[in-house]
């Protein structure tokens, strides 16, 4: 059975969402915040989780795997020398979501992503 398998399809096909996935995570791992809608903001965090999940081995075949994902190699790099040290001493939750306001134009339900501290 494959109850609860799954993810949000953000009204997009598979590559676009994807693309999209990659874009949010090498701009959240570059500048540790990024302000998006709701839905996006929990994939974004649960796909984040598991990058530095990975990271966190800090061997050749975590390195490839990350460079597999992020679009920009010295977000690689921040992410090997700055944000997995910090994380080394903790089993998860490595990202914190914050609701917002609704989005003026749409009132999109919108929310922040930030790598905790």
């Known amino acids: 059975m494959r109850h609860r398998v799954g993810q949000r399809k953000l009204g997009r096909d598979?590559?676009?969402?994807?693309?999209?996935?990659?874009?949010?995570?090498?701009?959240?791992l570059r500048h540790e915040r990024l302000q998006t809608t709701?839905?996006?903001a929990a994939e974004l965090s649960r796909e984040v989780e598991k990058l530095i999940g990975h990271a966190?081995?800090?061997?050749?075949?975590?390195?490839?795997?990350?460079?597999?994902?992020?679009y920009d190699e010295t977000v690689v790099k921040?992410?090997?020398a700055e944000i997995v040290?910090?994380?080394q001493d903790r089993a998860g939750g490595y990202t914190r979501i914050v609701?917002?306001?609704p989005r003026r134009g749409d009132s999109a339900p919108m929310a922040q992503v930030e790598l905790i501290p």
């Open 85 to 87: 040290p910090r994380y």
């Open 14 to 28: 598979t590559g676009h969402r994807r693309a999209l996935i990659r874009n949010q995570m090498t701009d959240l």
């Open 56 to 70: 966190r081995a800090n061997d050749l075949h975590a390195r490839r795997l990350v460079v597999a994902e992020l």
């Open 99 to 101: 609701k917002l306001q």
């Open 38 to 40: 709701a839905p996006k």
């Open 78 to 80: 921040k992410l090997f």
